[in-house]
């Protein structure tokens, strides 16, 4: 996200700079395990243009947030919903139960976007990302319905081109 390369320190400030809470990541992580790395991951790797819309309205000088922290919520809310029973459709719809994971957790990132532009500096952001939450958990398949054009855009297809994606590959290609 910071376009920085080389080695990267298991602590610093450097991850602080993408959204973490402190200089070591693990104790934000422990909140939502190795899922919600592989969900960030994910992100920046299959929605790279929404990964770095939202890095850059994390970054605003007035109206920041901690972004990882923020990811790492929407993968625990995701989670919480496939164990409620919530994303079974979902999941065979996509007849892969993490492909479904991704796809809500993506949808989510897509809306958070869109809501914080509309709404930065006339709502507060924890509002902002409960009612993105809420909508999306609460009606997942419609969520996703509504939601696909963007996707698809985001990823540079058209949305008849998505029917058949493997969202569950984060492998180099």
Wanted: glycine share 10%; hydrophobic share 45%.
């Amino acid at each position: 996200m910071t376009s920085t390369r080389g080695e990267c320190p298991l602590s610093g400030g450097h991850w602080e700079e993408i959204g973490f809470q402190g200089n070591d990541p693990s104790t934000d992580l422990r909140g939502g395990g190795m899922l919600s790395l592989l969900q960030m991951l994910f992100l920046l790797d299959t929605y790279a243009e929404v990964a770095g819309q939202l890095f850059a309205l994390s970054r605003h000088h007035e109206f920041h947030f901690p972004l990882c922290c923020v990811l790492i919520n929407l993968s625990v809310q995701t989670l919480g919903s496939l164990r409620q029973g919530r994303l079974t459709t979902l999941c065979n719809k996509e007849k892969d139960v993490l492909a479904a994971m991704n796809k809500l957790y993506a949808v989510m990132a897509v809306r958070l976007v869109a809501e914080w532009k509309a709404k930065r500096g006339v709502v507060a952001f924890p509002i902002v990302l409960k009612q993105v939450v809420d909508e999306a958990m609460g009606m997942p398949l419609r969520a996703v319905a509504e939601s696909e054009a963007a996707l698809a855009l985001s990823r540079g297809c058209d949305t008849g081109e998505m029917g058949d994606q493997d969202f569950t590959d984060l492998s180099d290609k």
